[in-house]
């Protein structure tokens, strides 16, 4: 699936492709104010079912739509409300969780906005480099953090410590950048397509915002274990 959307001085790109296993569990979202503020949401869903698929996207829906109003703090914490509580009965069932990043461009300002937990990621293009602006929450960013210096075993990349049904304000990370160009990926993109050929590619593509999205989202490849996962980007480009 591919999107294009702009207002004023704020162009969008989006794209995203099922991985091995379906449905995809990534969702995206845009949303744009009257007054041309811009709020895009990744979300990637925790696990594949049709159950996933739909609180995903009702989640980057909410995400995007709050953002624009209230910032990307309150929006990524709004999604926390709508998935955090187990429901009634004996054995309730607990709504899917999932990992986000959200973005947020004010139209009267000339910074972008990101919040985010979990693994999604957020970069910006500056003076030639892509550049992360997100730290992942998992138990391998944690030790490092927290100066741990021997091997950290490969699982520890994978175990989320932070997720969107646990966010609190203290446990949500912020980041502001004024760069022109942000691109928000799932980790489908960025754990499966090299960092270098990102940065060439934004290069490349950096004034075409939906090209750029569509490229990001083909360059990911198919592990070494024959699994891809879902892919998923959206490129914010300001004039």
Request: glycine content about 8%; aromatic content about 2%.
């Amino acid at each position: 699936m591919t999107t294009t959307s702009g207002y004023r001085n704020v162009r969008i790109g989006t794209a995203t492709r099922l991985g091995t296993a379906a449905p995809s569990g990534d969702a995206i979202a845009v949303h744009v104010q009257e007054d041309g503020t811009t709020a895009a949401a990744v979300v990637d869903g925790i696990g594949h079912s049709l159950r996933v698929a739909s609180v995903a996207q009702l989640l980057a829906t909410v995400m995007a739509r709050v953002s624009a109003r209230r910032g990307s703090l309150a929006g990524l914490l709004t999604g926390t409300e709508l998935v955090v509580d187990p429901g009634s009965g004996d054995e309730p069932e607990p709504e899917p969780d999932a990992v986000a990043v959200v973005a947020t461009a004010r139209a009267a300002g000339d910074q972008i906005r990101i919040a985010w937990v979990g693994d999604c990621r957020a970069y910006a293009l500056d003076e030639g480099r892509l550049r992360p602006l997100t730290a992942d929450h998992n138990l391998a960013e944690q030790m490092a953090l927290c100066g741990y210096t021997g091997e950290i075993p490969r699982p520890a990349a994978k175990w989320v410590r932070t997720t969107v049904r646990s966010a609190v304000v203290a446990t949500v990370s912020e980041a502001w950048t004024r760069s022109p160009l942000v691109v928000l990926t799932s980790d489908g993109v960025h754990d499966q397509a090299p960092h270098a050929a990102m940065e060439a590619l934004a290069l490349i593509h950096e004034d075409e915002p939906q090209t750029l999205a569509e490229a990001l989202v083909a360059a990911a490849e198919t592990g070494t274990d024959g699994v891809r996962d879902d892919a998923t980007a959206i490129v914010i480009r300001r004039a």
